[in-house]
């Protein structure tokens, strides 16, 4: 209940939608290879992102 009006972190939003990416990556794997490339290259770069603000 008290987490109901707390903010997400910029680490914490960029953690789910490379989740949310990943899952998309691995959903389209078996039936469309180009948009799962995509969705691979968009995810490479949500976790360099991720990996830039942990440092």
Not at 10 to 30: C, F, I, P, V
Request: aromatic share 10%; glycine share 2%; charged share 40%.
């Amino acid at each position: 209940m008290f987490g109901l009006f707390k903010k997400t972190s910029e680490l914490d939003k960029l953690q789910k939608k490379y989740e949310k990416l990943m899952a998309d990556w691995h959903r389209l794997s078996t039936t469309n290879r180009a948009e799962s490339d995509k969705k691979y290259a968009e995810a490479e770069k949500v976790l360099k992102e991720i990996e830039a603000l942990k440092s």
